[in-house]
């Protein structure tokens, strides 16, 4: 059996037009594109914006609790903290009850830098939400929501 050298250009676009994969890798930049540039100002990524305000809750979650709920490795997370705790925008610390772990804070400096960015990121949702018209902005949330919760839509 021999291997053809290239793959039908028909597969090719049925891939290209079916993947869901694909969709969502290609939506994820170009959002994540667009959010960078809006939090320019504030020397934040989209990235360490969404960290830093899942940090922002009553209880300081350990570094394995964040990387779940951000869907992240543990090592992807430990490395985007370090920049935040080099500018005293997030904290660590060794979890009293168990030494292995670390709990995060955000600090009030963070904190002050979330809620500056907050108007600019409601903004470029306002301009998101405009833009697909519509519900499809709440289908696609519940879509995406779904699939992150192992297809249970809240």
């Known amino acids: 059996m021999t291997l053809s050298n290239h793959i039908p250009l028909e597969t090719v676009h049925e891939v290209r037009d079916t993947c869901l994969c694909l969709a969502v890798q290609r939506a994820a930049r170009v959002l994540a594109r667009r959010f960078d540039r809006a939090f320019q100002p504030f020397g934040l990524t989209n990235g360490q914006f969404s960290l830093m305000m899942a940090l922002n809750g009553p209880r300081s979650p350990t570094v394995g609790q ?83 919760e192992g297809g249970n839509a809240p």
């Open 66 to 148: 964040l990387a779940i709920f951000l869907a992240m490795d543990r090592t992807t997370l430990t490395a985007a903290l370090k920049s935040l705790e080099r500018r005293s925008l997030v904290t660590s610390e060794t979890d009293e009850k168990d030494r292995r772990n670390r709990r995060l804070q955000i600090t009030d400096a963070g904190r002050a830098l979330l809620l500056a960015a907050l108007p600019v990121w409601r903004s470029e949702h306002a301009a998101l939400d405009a833009e697909l018209g519509g519900d499809r902005p709440d289908q696609l949330r519940t879509g995406l929501r779904a699939l992150a």
